[in-house]
């Protein structure tokens, strides 16, 4: 069959609302679109454990500290079922690891802030986890059959996460005055990075259209950013903090906020290199990869002793 | 696949007794036993298995998604193997 036929049996497809599964023909701009997005999805999860994993050891209680430990496995959790999918799409896991490390693949630009106090724990859950769901939810209704799958489990484990974070800061905003403050405090510096996150306003996302067509996208960055503020909004409102953004007006008509003004420049420069830790969480994942040599070669070296030793009996 | 990571084992997980284990992913594992352990903590967290499968991917055959058609359509022209196809008068029971 030539390109052009299969092509549009591979588009047919994807209208009739049909998975496309890892043995089938695919354009190969999807399957090197899907390599980099799924890619920097499980690169986020991995890094995004290290912000978190800065405040077990310091976590306020046991409960949390259990609480925010199975957290952070469900990340490394995450970032396996991601890795692995991308795998089906012929590239190793190794590779993609190795492109983290030296730090040519991207991941999410929210990971390079930095967790100051307990409460951007809170918020992290409430606001990042509550702004990945968003998307998440979307994605899990994407063409590619694993990446899908993956998604739909994903986002039942994220709920913990959202909620557990919101606990988190409702307690804080509900407690003393300098528990309060500090709520309020991490509220201010997570919320812009919360909504940038969500990706570039759609005037300046490229190639969009191709990729909406193959379901690889599902909705444009600023329709879901829409739908995070519109769900985020009320929820600080409840527990009393005040969302940073003077801008910030309910419209009747349409029944959205509008908010302010995007701090883009910030954003691109985060994505760039050169936010608050993007230096620090490169180097922590390479020593900890580094650190961690020694497990896997153990391993390795006791399963060729197990199947010597199974040989021989 | 490369020989710099540990081989690849498909995941299969029972979700509760007297049901089919079902394919939920897959994980590298130097040999089975750990590829079992570390399916428990990837796949099962939350309670999702009783039982675990794991397989080297390498070993799978499968059927090859362009063949699919020619493939299955020999029982496509076969209705008489569906009950459906048969006509009961009214009245006649347990059939």
């Not at chain 1, 995070?228 to 969302?243: C, H, M, N, S, Y």
Request: aromatic share 10%; hydrophobic share 40%; net charge neutral.
């Amino acid at each position: 069959m030539d390109d052009k036929k299969q092509l549009e049996q591979f588009e047919a497809k994807i209208a009739a609302g049909l998975k496309i599964e890892p043995k089938d023909w695919m354009p190969e701009a999807y399957r090197k679109q899907l390599i980099r997005m799924m890619s920097q999805h499980a690169h986020s999860e991995i890094v995004g454990m290290l912000p978190e994993g800065n405040w077990i050891t310091r976590a306020p209680s046991l409960r949390r500290k259990a609480i925010l430990l199975a957290k952070v496995q469900d990340e490394a959790g995450h970032g396996l079922y991601l890795y692995s999918a991308t795998e089906t799409l012929g590239v190793d896991r190794s590779e993609l690891l190795e492109q983290l490390h030296s730090g040519k693949a991207k991941y999410s630009s929210i990971f390079n802030y930095p967790t100051l106090t307990w409460a951007d724990i809170g918020a992290i859950g409430w606001l990042v986890d509550g702004a990945a769901i968003m998307n998440q939810t979307a994605l899990a209704r994407g063409s590619y059959g694993p990446y899908s799958r993956a998604m739909v489990k994903i986002c039942k484990e994220e709920s913990f996460h959202n909620r557990q974070g919101y606990e988190i800061m409702m307690n804080l905003a509900q407690g003393t005055p300098e528990q309060k403050e500090m709520a309020q405090d991490a509220f201010n510096r997570w919320w812009w990075p919360s909504i940038m996150m969500l990706g570039p306003s759609d005037d300046k996302s490229p190639n969009s259209d191709q990729l909406m067509r193959w379901k690889v996208k599902m909705e444009s960055n600023d329709a879901i950013r829409q739908r995070f503020i519109d769900r985020t909004v009320p929820q600080a409102e409840f527990i009393g903090l005040k969302v940073p953004d003077a801008d910030l007006k309910f419209n009747d008509v349409t029944g959205h906020y509008e908010h302010g003004p995007i701090n883009w420049e910030e954003f691109f420069d985060v994505i760039k290199g050169n936010g608050p830790c993007n230096a620090k969480r490169i180097k922590d994942r390479v020593e900890a990869d580094k650190k961690g040599a020694w497990v896997r070669e153990a391993a390795t070296a006791y399963a060729a002793k197990q199947a010597k030793e199974k040989l021989v009996a | 696949m490369s020989d710099s990571q540990w081989p690849l084992w498909e995941v299969f997980v029972q979700g509760n007794p007297g049901i089919p284990h079902k394919h939920v992913g897959s994980v590298h594992a130097p040999d089975a036993e750990m590829a079992i352990q570390n399916a428990r903590d990837v796949y099962t967290r939350r309670s999702e298995g009783i039982s675990i499968w794991v397989v080297p991917a390498v070993e799978i055959s499968a059927s090859s998604p362009e063949d699919q058609g020619a493939f299955f359509e020999p029982s496509n022209d076969k209705p008489y193997r569906h009950p459906t196809f048969y006509k009961i008068p009214e009245g006649v029971k347990y059939l």
